[in-house]
Antibody
């Protein structure tokens, strides 16, 4: 069974940093592109970032470009999101998701980790 | 950026009824790369449909997707009590990947 388990969320002050992790199991992690998608409280879904299976290609949404960095460690089957210069509008539940065909849809999703940016 | 507009915002129906959800794109979606997800309260989204019309593994056949270009539809042929949820469309034919604002299907 495919499992994605996010961690690393929490309360951080504006301007601060946080590193999210997503531990994957139940599939050949190194064979699949992965993404982060977020959902602000009571709001819709927003794609944040994606990374290719090898890690050689990365992609970002405009709202996080230059502040967030996606990476992966295929030896540990783990996906990361380094978030710097955090803003109040980054407050959200952050999901990691597997891309079944590297074309950009998501299946499955983890349960998410909550990031709250507040002073 | 491709903007996806979902309508209606809320759909009030009874179990057993047919639900028709719309997703309209601001420009043509390449290769009809359009997915649908279901999200229940407190849960992560679940993939229902990819490629506009291909059901994901384990998804009941009462869920069907159709459409092409800029107009897409998710149909639930007969609503089961477990189908009351929020549904999102997502396009992956252009960058950045974008989602619609969602349609809530609620019990009438």
């Amino acid at each position: 069974e495919v499992q994605l388990l996010e961690s690393g969320g929490g309360l951080v002050q504006p301007g601060g940093s946080l590193r999210l992790s997503c531990a994957a199991s139940g599939f050949s992690f190194s064979s699949y592109a992965m993404s982060w998608v977020r959902q602000a409280p009571g709001k819709g879904l927003e794609w944040v970032s994606a990374i290719s299976d090898s890690g050689g290609n990365t992609y970002y949404g405009d709202s996080v470009k230059g502040r967030f960095t996606i990476s992966r460690d295929n030896s540990k089957s783990t996906l990361y999101l380094q978030m710097n210069s955090l803003r109040a509008e980054d407050t959200a539940l952050y999901y990691c998701a597997k891309e079944p065909s590297a074309t950009g849809y998501f299946d499955p999703w983890g349960q998410g980790t909550l990031v709250t940016v507040s002073s | 950026e491709i903007v996806l507009t979902q309508s209606p915002g809320t759909l009030s129906l009874s179990p057993g009824e047919r639900a028709t959800l719309s997703c309209r794109a601001s420009q043509s979606v390449r290769n009809n790369y359009l997915a649908w997800y279901q999200q229940k309260p407190g849960q992560a989204p679940r993939l229902l449909i990819s490629g506009a019309s291909s059901r994901a593994t384990g998804i009941p056949d009462r869920f069907s997707g159709s459409g092409s270009g800029t107009d897409f539809t998710l149909t639930i042929s007969r609503l089961d009590p477990e189908d009351f949820a929020v549904y999102y469309c997502q396009q992956y034919g252009g960058s950045p990947l974008t989602f619609g604002g969602g349609t809530k299907v609620e019990i009438k």
